[in-house]
């Protein structure tokens, strides 16, 4: 049976910018249920993926059933998205003192005011550090001078109102997460770094201004030596504990094993451009999406399944990014755009369907489009010699030229509608495998 893909598109409407900074997001998971409100901040630095895949999980994939999760999943966004750092210097030491000059200025600020919040009780800043904290001397990649699975104290006993002794707290969470330890070199520890007995550098960081203003806060530390989808198992291991020791509830929409988490990350990151006229699925698009119909004269207006998506104009076209990769190239054609019609007539696998443009359909064998008075469609990468509508043919996989799909695979490819020289909306098509239940995972979608 014939099944729509469907998906909660998690931010708001942005716009594709050239020269203006990319800003962070913040989500707030309210469950409606009294109980405490933490802020989990990724992306401080930029190239610590497991800290920020681990946050933009919790806003795709959690739901709060008591209390209250706030989400920033991109502090430093221009940072992740070039994959550096930080391309204006480390963030992370910029919270005592900072010019009004410096180029992150404002988003300091911006978190900095988050932290001070009224609601928020809990601060955690989520990293990837290097090699495996043990607090004596062991080898180079394991001893007091290394950050990776940790869990960050700035002093034992907090002067805050609330959860002052962050020591006990933390130590009872590596207990709770070295009973998941994938392997025992893993394993977690508690690491203080007496922040306020003058310790310069650790003076400069968000969660020492955290401390500083009456809030509790940790920084979790996964190691820079695992996989990223390990390290976002540690990571989400140890938020998962947290919030369970404050008495905030969830429901998670996957379970909770390396390899899930690994597929969680890697699929279903989708784009729809324009109001939704159009979809697309760019998880393992090709570097190049040639000929796509832009609303001309306007900018590019966008809608993301995930926090860590960002477009940015460049030169003739439009990089598609995705945390530290960079998924995708759109590379324009300008239309004017008509809204006249919301949805198209096929036949797949034998069945009829009515589809709302800006979606995908699964195909397991064939489709046909459904004559449409007035309007033309065209079937990207399909030709038929003196046909210039395409309705009412059959069309199989192998009948469509692999070099035009959207994804590497060869799997999904563009059926766009037309009136006149006007662009109506499009239609992804994903010809999947013979087998049912193997696509289980595509439909497991939530959000806040
Ligand atoms: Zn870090």
Request: hydrophobic content about 35%.
């Amino acid at each position: 049976m014939k099944r729509l893909i469907l998906l909660f598109l998690v931010l708001t409407t942005q716009v594709a910018l050239a020269d203006n900074r990319l800003e962070f997001s913040l989500h707030k998971i309210d469950s409606g249920i009294p109980g405490p409100t933490v802020l989990v901040v990724g992306g401080i630095q930029g190239d610590e993926p497991g800290g920020f895949h681990a946050a933009s999980l919790l806003v795709t994939n959690y739901q709060i059933t008591k209390g209250s999760v706030w989400v920033v999943p991109n502090l430093n966004f221009e940072s992740i998205i070039r994959r550096s750092r930080g391309v204006n210097g480390d963030m992370n030491r910029k919270f005592a003192r900072m010019k009004t000059t410096d180029p992150d200025y404002s988003e300091v600020e911006r978190i900095k005011s988050l932290i001070r919040a009224p609601e928020v009780d809990f601060i955690f800043n989520m990293h990837d550090g290097s090699g495996f904290y043990r607090d004596k001397y062991i080898d180079p990649q394991h001893n007091a001078r290394r950050w990776g699975q940790s869990i960050i104290i700035d002093q034992e006993e907090l002067d805050t109102p609330k959860y002052a002794n962050v020591g006990e707290f933390a130590r009872q969470v590596t207990g709770q997460i070295n009973q998941r330890l994938l392997d025992e070199e893993h394993r977690y520890h508690v690491k203080n770094t007496h922040t306020r007995r003058g310790n310069a550098e650790m003076e400069k960081t968000l969660t020492y201004y955290a401390i500083n203003n009456g809030k509790a806060a940790v920084g979790i530390e996964a190691s820079k030596n695992l996989p990223t989808h390990e390290r976002v198992y540690y990571h989400l291991n140890a938020l998962e504990f947290f919030m369970q020791q404050l008495g905030i509830e969830f429901k998670r929409s996957f379970q909770l094993e390396p390899l899930i988490v690994k597929q969680t990350i890697d699929n279903n990151i989708q784009i729809a451009l324009h109001e939704n006229r159009l979809l697309l699925d760019v998880a393992e698009a090709r570097k190049r999406i040639n000929y796509l119909p832009i609303k001309r004269g306007s900018q590019l207006e966008f809608t993301a399944s995930n926090p860590l998506v960002a477009i940015t104009s460049k030169g003739n076209g439009y990089h598609v990014n995705y945390g530290n990769r960079n998924l995708t190239f759109l590379h324009p054609q300008f239309f004017e755009y008509d809204n006249s019609l919301s949805t198209l007539d096929m036949q797949v696998d034998g069945n009829s369907a009515n589809v709302d443009l800006g979606t995908i359909i699964e195909v397991t064998d064939r489709f046909s489009i459904e004559p449409l008075d007035g309007y033309r469609i065209n079937v990207i990468g399909w030709t038929k010699d003196g046909v210039d509508n395409e309705v009412g043919y059959e069309i199989k996989r192998d009948h469509i030229a692999r070099r035009f799909s959207v994804d590497t695979g060869g799997t999904l490819f563009r059926v766009e509608v037309y009136l006149e020289e006007k662009f109506c909306g499009m239609v992804l098509v994903k010809f999947t495998e013979q087998q049912e239940g193997q696509h289980a995972s595509l439909q497991r979608q939530t959000s806040s």
